[in-house]
C-alpha cells in the first residue's frame, strides 16, 4: 500500500527564516510526486511534479528536491504570503490515483 | 479561462436526502476525479474517470456514485446522505491519468445533519 508522511504537522517561522518541509513516501515504483499549496477555504494550487531521484525544480522562494525515499520543499527568505498548508503526494507507475500524506502547515509571521 | 468549477460552495442536508454535486472544467482534460478532505485523514480519491464514458472506483466509494456527462462535466451524487459524508468535496483534472499534473477546484463544504 502507498503511504506519505508529512512532518512536520506545523511549522511557525519568522519572516526571512528559511527552512525545509519534509514528505517521506513509501511506494512500489514511483511515477511521480507531486507539490500542492492549499489556503483556508481553497482547493490545492499545483507548485510541483518530480519524476525522479536527483531532480529539482524551483519556483521563486519554494525549491523542491526528490530522492528514493523523500521529498522537501525547501522555502527560502520566506515572506508572510506564503502560509499555507503544503501538500505531497504520490502516484505509483502501476496506478493511477494519487496518494496525499496530511500536510504541513506552514505560518510565517512578519 | 476559469479552470475547474464546482456548485455549490456551500450546503446543508439532512440525513437521508439526497443531492448532486457538479464539476466542470474548460481545459479539455481527459480525466476528472472526486476527492474528499477530512481532518488527519488527508485527501481521499472516491471515483475518477479517465475519459469521457469510463468512470471507476477509487479509495472510497460507497454510498456514493458519479456521472461523466460529456468531457467538461462529471458529477458526484449522494443517494441518502449520512453524517460521515460531512466533508469537503474537491474535484480535478488532468490530462491524462499516468503523471499528469491533477488541477483541483474550489471545493464544496457538505454538512450533513
Known amino acids: 500500500e502507498d503511504q506519505v508522511t508529512q512532518s512536520p504537522e506545523a511549522l511557525r517561522l519568522q519572516e526571512g527564516e528559511s527552512s525545509s518541509l519534509n514528505c517521506s513516501y513509501t511506494?512500489?515504483?514511483?511515477?511521480?510526486l507531486f507539490w500542492y499549496r492549499q489556503d483556508p477555504g481553497k482547493g490545492p494550487e499545483f507548485l510541483f511534479t518530480l519524476y525522479s531521484a536527483g531532480e529539482e525544480k524551483e519556483k521563486e522562494r519554494l525549491k523542491a528536491t526528490l530522492t528514493k525515499k523523500e521529498s522537501f520543499l525547501h522555502i527560502t527568505a520566506p515572506k508572510p504570503e506564503d502560509s499555507a498548508t503544503y501538500l505531497c503526494a504520490v502516484q505509483a507507475s502501476s496506478g493511477s490515483r494519487l496518494t496525499f500524506g496530511e500536510g504541513t502547515q506552514l505560518t510565517v509571521n512578519p | 479561462n476559469a479552470g475547474v468549477t464546482q456548485t455549490p460552495k456551500f450546503q446543508v442536508l439532512k440525513t437521508g436526502q439526497s443531492m448532486t454535486l457538479q464539476c466542470a472544467q474548460d481545459?479539455?482534460?481527459?480525466?476528472m476525479y472526486w476527492y474528499r478532505q477530512d481532518p488527519g485523514m488527508g485527501l481521499r480519491l472516491i471515483y475518477y474517470?479517465?475519459?469521457?464514458?469510463?468512470?471507476d472506483k477509487g479509495e472510497v466509494p460507497n454510498g456514493y456514485n458519479v456521472s461523466r456527462l460529456n468531457k467538461r462535466e462529471f458529477s458526484l451524487r449522494l443517494e441518502s446522505a449520512a453524517p460521515s459524508q460531512t466533508s469537503v468535496y474537491f474535484c480535478a483534472s488532468s490530462e491524462g491519468l499516468a503523471g499528469d499534473t491533477q488541477y483541483f477546484g474550489p471545493g464544496t463544504r457538505l454538512t450533513v445533519l
Open positions: 481545459m479539455n482534460h481527459n480525466s
Open positions: 511506494v512500489s515504483g514511483l511515477r511521480g
Open positions: 474517470s479517465a475519459s469521457e464514458g469510463t468512470t
